[in-house]
């Protein structure tokens, strides 16, 4: 038989994402009771998290050891008022620039709105260190995050206000 493992490479890999694939979510899961944030599983699959008063949606692909943390929909306005949708797409383009996380923008034009959304993404393995102040810090990361948005807006407002009145 000789000294080597005669498994393949990809036989190797497969057995990594078993063991991943059950493992991220539930260590996710694990880490978000440890820190009393309940988490209902969605039958889409994704998670969804209340966490100081925000509803964030968690996502993993089976594929590797991330989770994707999303917060939807926490600022809208109507796409009606142009000046206001170019202000708000400005703010994410300067917000992604600064920012430790994706901002993103959606239309929902059922109500005709313009929705900010923000986005992480982060490896989560049991390994890391502090898991559970690694989470929360990432969490409230995203929540800092509306902070830097509206400081962008008002930012660029009073940048276009002194434009057009000097």
Known sequence: MGIFNKKTYQEKKQETQDVQQQSTLDLFLD?????GIKAEKEESGEIVINY???NFAVYNNTENPYILIRDLWWHSASL???ANTSL???AINECNIRGDCTFFYSHNNETNEIGVHTQLIIPFIKEIPNIQEY?????????SAHHLFFACME???EEEYSKNNH
């Open 155 to 157: 930012h660029l407002r």
């Open 135 to 143: 989470l929360r810090s990432n969490l409230n990361g995203l929540l």
């Open 52 to 54: 100081m008063g925000e």
């Open 88 to 90: 708000i797409r400005k």
């Open 80 to 82: 009606d008022n142009l």
């Open 31 to 35: 880490v978000a009771a440890q820190l």
